[in-house]
C-alpha cells in the first residue's frame, strides 16, 4: 500500500521559512518523480514543485522560484521542499505526489499517489 505522509506545516510569520516532508511508504522514490502542489482556500490545486528523483532535475512554478527548493533523500525516502521567504499568498493547502518520472510537457502535473496534505499559514 502506498502512502505519502506530509509534515512541517504550520503558521509562519511573513518573509519567515518552513520546510515540509513528505515521507513515501509502499514506493521507493528513486523510481518516481515527486511533485508539491498547493491548494489555497476557494482556488483550485496548482502545482508547485518537482523533482525527477534519478536525474535530480528539478522544476519550479514561476511565483517560488528563488525561494521554494525542492530535494529527495533516498535514505530516508523522502521528498522535502523548503520555503523561504513566505508571504501571505504562500497559505495553502500543500500536498505531495508521486508520478512519472518524465516532468515535461503534459506529465509534469501527471499523479498516480497523493498525500492528505499539510496547512501552511503564512500571517502579514
Known amino acids: 500500500q502506498v502512502q505519502l505522509v506530509e509534515s512541517g506545516g504550520g503558521l509562519v510569520q511573513a518573509g519567515g521559512s518552513l520546510r515540509l516532508s513528505c515521507a513515501a511508504s509502499?514506493?521507493?522514490?528513486?523510481?518516481?518523480?515527486m511533485r508539491w502542489f498547493r491548494q489555497a482556500p476557494g482556488k483550485e490545486r496548482e502545482f508547485v514543485a518537482a523533482?525527477?528523483?534519478?536525474?535530480?532535475?528539478?522544476y519550479l512554478t514561476d511565483s517560488v522560484k528563488g525561494r521554494f527548493t525542492i530535494s529527495r533523500d533516498y535514505a530516508k525516502n523522502t521528498v522535502d521542499l523548503q520555503m523561504n521567504s513566505l508571504e501571505p499568498e504562500d497559505t495553502a493547502v500543500y500536498y505531495c505526489?508521486?508520478?512519472?518520472?518524465?516532468?515535461?510537457?503534459?506529465?509534469?502535473?501527471?499523479?498516480?499517489?497523493w498525500g492528505q496534505g499539510t496547512q501552511v499559514t503564512g500571517s502579514s
Open positions: 505526489a508521486a508520478g512519472p518520472r518524465a516532468l515535461s510537457g503534459q506529465y509534469l502535473e501527471r499523479v498516480n499517489y
Open positions: 523533482i525527477d528523483c534519478s536525474s535530480g532535475s528539478t
Open positions: 509502499g514506493v521507493t522514490i528513486s523510481k518516481y518523480g
